[in-house]
């Protein structure tokens, strides 16, 4: 059975910068697509970015692009999404999901994490 581990969340001023990570496990990372969503309170779920499993193909939330990264390195089985200029409207619940199919912003990734907090404060 595949798991999904996020880490990285945590508590930052707003302007400041995070790297959230996603572990996964039972299965060969390479062969994951994997993409990240947020959820605030009281909001919708919400696409953050995407990267396919060759590290190629990326899909970025527009409104996010400039303050978003994500990255793979697959010889070291670690994927990555670096957030800068957080602004507290970032503060959400963060979840990685993957799937062995390339969903870019659609929700149909089958595997999911547990999610790491992310608050901004101003």
């Known amino acids: 059975q595949v798991q999904l581990v996020e880490s990285g969340g945590g508590s930052v001023q707003a302007g400041g910068s995070l790297r959230l990570s996603c572990a996964t496990s039972?299965?060969?990372?390479?062969?994951?697509?994997v993409a990240w969503f947020r959820q605030a309170p009281g909001k919708a779920r919400q696409f953050v970015a995407a990267?396919?499993?060759?590290?190629?193909?990326?899909t970025i939330l527009g409104a996010l692009e400039g303050r978003i990264t994500i990255s793979r390195d697959n010889a070291k089985n670690t994927q990555d999404l670096r957030m800068n200029s957080l602004k507290p409207e970032d503060t959400a619940e963060y979840y990685c999901?993957?799937?062995?199919?390339?969903?870019?912003?659609?929700?149909?990734?089958?595997?999911w994490g547990q999610g790491t907090q992310v608050t901004v404060s101003s």
């Open positions: 990267i396919d499993w060759t590290g190629r193909r990326t």
């Open positions: 999901a993957a799937s062995k199919e390339y969903y870019g912003p659609a929700e149909e990734y089958e595997y």
């Open positions: 039972g299965g060969t990372f390479s062969d994951f697509a």
